[in-house]
């Protein structure tokens, strides 16, 4: 991949990476609950979900934090771009509409394919490979 195209990465990974973690001092500054909230069952019951909401959120961002600094890795291992599974260029188009993408959209679909036929296609995707299999 050109030099150009590099950089350009790097910066959008870098400015994710700089609103994802401002976005969640935010979000734990929202996460106090005040005693004023809490009334009645219903209001109870309103910041529980509101709670677990912005879990939820924090969560997938951090997940997000983890593909954004491997990608960053790439770019300075200048394998950003490869496909990790027959190491063929990913198309740019691909790159610019999901830039942390590690595979080829045909080793992506043979991976999904692949998902639909084992059991493991089944497990949550959030957890990861180690979790999943340390657990089932």
Same mark, same amino acid.
């Given at each position: 991949? *050109?030099? $150009?195209? =590099?950089?350009?990465?790097?910066?959008?990974? &870098?400015?994710?990476? !700089?609103?994802? %973690?401002? #976005?969640?001092?935010?979000?734990?500054?929202?996460?106090?609950?005040?005693?004023?909230? *809490?009334? $009645?069952? =219903?209001?109870?019951?309103?910041?529980?979900? &509101?709670?677990?909401? !912005?879990?939820? %959120?924090? #969560?997938?961002?951090?997940?997000?934090?983890?593909?954004?600094?491997?990608?960053?890795? *790439?770019?300075?291992?200048?394998?950003?771009?490869?496909?990790?599974?027959?190491?063929?260029?990913?198309?740019?188009?691909?790159?610019?509409?999901?830039?942390?993408?590690?595979?080829?959209?045909?080793?992506?679909?043979?991976?999904?394919?692949?998902?639909?036929?084992?059991?493991?296609?089944?497990?949550?995707?959030?957890?990861?490979?180690?979790?999943?299999?340390?657990?089932?």
């Amino acid at each position: 991949m *050109r030099k $150009d195209k =590099l950089n350009k990465f790097r910066k959008l990974f &870098e400015t994710q990476r !700089r609103s994802i %973690l401002f #976005n969640d001092r935010i979000i734990r500054e929202d996460f106090g609950v005040c005693s004023d909230d *809490r009334y $009645d069952e =219903l209001d109870q019951a309103t910041t529980d979900i &509101e709670q677990s909401m !912005r879990m939820r %959120l924090r #969560n997938r961002e951090m997940l997000y934090i983890k593909k954004i600094d491997e990608a960053l890795k *790439r770019v300075e291992e200048g394998t950003f771009g490869e496909c990790e599974e027959c190491g063929e260029d990913i198309e740019l188009r691909r790159l610019e509409a999901r830039p942390t993408a590690t595979l080829c959209v045909s080793c992506k679909e043979e991976q999904e394919r692949q998902e639909v036929l084992t059991a493991s296609g089944r497990e949550h995707k959030s957890l990861g490979d180690t979790f999943s299999r340390k657990f089932a």
